[in-house]
Antibody, heavy 123, light 107 residues
Framework: QVQLVESGGGVVQPGGSLRLSCAASGFSFSSYGIHWVRQAPGKGLQWVAFIRYDGSNKNYADSVRGRFTISRDNPTNTVYLQLNSLTTEDTAVYYC????????????????WGQGTLVTVSS | DIQLTQSPSSLSASVGDRVTITCRARQGISDSLAWYQQKPGKAPNLLLYGAYRLESGVPSRFSGSGSGTEYTLTISSLQPVDSATYYCQQYYTPPLTFGGGTKVEIK
């Protein structure tokens, strides 16, 4: 069965960095794009980033572009999200999610999600 | 960015009621719309994509409609397990965006 497991969350000071990982299993990982979506405490969902199945295309939300970097390692079925220059506004649960369509050149929504990892930015 | 506005932000309805949630986009999105259900402390669950296509395993009481800039999610007969927050998401063009959410409560 499809499984996505996030890790790497924790408490970090403003201005700090963190790297999140998303370990995937149960599907042909190298054929699907992966999303990162976050949710601040008590707030709605915010899409953060997407990486195409082959890593050739990446998209970011305006609020994180230039600070966050998404990457993937297909041999190890892992997607990463590097978070730099963190602010308190980045405090959230971060979910990784599998894109719905195989070998899609663009994101088309997410059909499987991990359980999330909490990032807290606080001094 | 394409802003999505959901309405209402919350609603309370009885079991068996027909419930409708609206999602309006600032520009046309050519049916590139997904609907998700999220329960407290859980990850979102995909309900529909392509505006009206039901994801596998989702009960048929959920349906979607609309076109252009206005879309709706309908629950034909509300069940206790449907108590959750519902979000629309456009994938017409990056950056992808979500609506603000609609919290559905059971009376």
């Amino acid at each position: 069965q499809v499984q996505l497991v996030e890790s790497g969350g924790g408490v970090v000071q403003p201005g700090g960095s963190l790297r999140l990982s998303c370990a995937a299993s149960g599907f042909s990982f190298s054929s699907y794009g992966i999303h990162w979506v976050r949710q601040a405490p008590g707030k709605g969902l915010q899409w953060v980033a997407f990486i195409r199945y082959d890593g050739s295309n990446k998209n970011y939300a305006d609020s994180v572009r230039g600070r966050f970097t998404i990457s993937r390692d297909n041999p190890t079925n892992t997607v990463y999200l590097q978070l730099n220059s963190l602010t308190t506004e980045d405090t959230a649960v971060y979910y990784c999610a599998k894109d719905r369509l195989r070998s899609s050149i663009a994101a088309v929504g997410a059909d499987y999600w991990g359980q999330g990892t909490l990032v807290t930015v606080s001094s | 960015d394409i802003q999505l506005t959901q309405s209402p932000s919350s609603l309370s309805a009885s079991v068996g009621d027909r419930v409708t949630i609206t999602c309006r986009a600032r520009q046309g999105i050519s049916d590139s719309l997904a609907w998700y259900q999220q329960k407290p402390g859980k990850a979102p669950n995909l309900l529909l994509y392509g505006a009206y296509r039901l994801e596998s395993g989702v009960p048929s009481r959920f349906s979607g409609s609309g076109s252009g800039t206005e879309y709706t999610l309908t629950i034909s007969s509300l069940q206790p397990v449907d108590s959750a927050t519902y979000y629309c998401q456009q994938y017409y063009t990056p950056p992808l965006t979500f609506g603000g959410g609609t919290k559905v409560e059971i009376k």
